[in-house]
């Protein structure tokens, strides 16, 4: 017996009904919302194409979105790692400091 509920959500004016785990429902409505967004914005700039073009178009975009997203994810994450660096050089420069005052002092 599956667990999973159905929720309704509407691409482009047509419902769907669509199976996932209980607990993401909102998600997923916020998915559906986000496709719509795309789908109507490009429908002002390229008025009237047809559905599958309008769905391939809208697939490009959000996928090039996620592209970004991950681009902007791995960038961060290089940030991070370089102000570590940058930290431990700090610190390793201070103890070697510390060790040449000692040095010169005998």
């Given amino acids: 017996m599956s667990?999973?509920?159905t929720v309704k959500i509407d691409i482009n004016g047509?419902?769907?009904?669509?199976s996932c785990i209980?607990?993401?429902e909102e998600r997923l409505?916020?998915?559906s919302q986000e496709v719509n967004r795309v789908i109507e914005d490009l429908s002002k700039v390229s008025g009237v194409v047809g559905e599958s073009r309008l769905l391939a178009m809208t697939s490009l975009i959000l996928a090039d979105k996620l592209?970004?997203?991950?681009a902007n994810?791995?960038?961060?994450?290089?940030?991070?790692?370089?102000?570590d660096l940058i930290d431990w050089l700090g610190?390793?420069?201070e103890r070697m400091?510390?060790?040449?005052?000692?040095l010169e002092n005998k």
């Avoid at 047509?14 to 669509?18: A, E």
């Avoid at 592209?67 to 991950?70: G, M, P, R, S």
């Avoid at 400091?97 to 000692?102: D, G, I, Q, R, T």
Wanted: a positive charge.
């Fill in 67 to 70: 592209i970004n997203h991950e």
């Fill in 73 to 83: 994810k791995n960038t961060d994450l290089n940030l991070n790692q370089i102000e």
């Fill in 91 to 93: 610190k390793a420069s």
């Fill in 3 to 5: 667990n999973n509920v």
């Fill in 97 to 102: 400091n510390k060790v040449a005052m000692l």
């Fill in 29 to 31: 409505i916020k998915s």
């Fill in 22 to 24: 209980p607990g993401e």
């Fill in 14 to 18: 047509i419902k769907y009904p669509v």
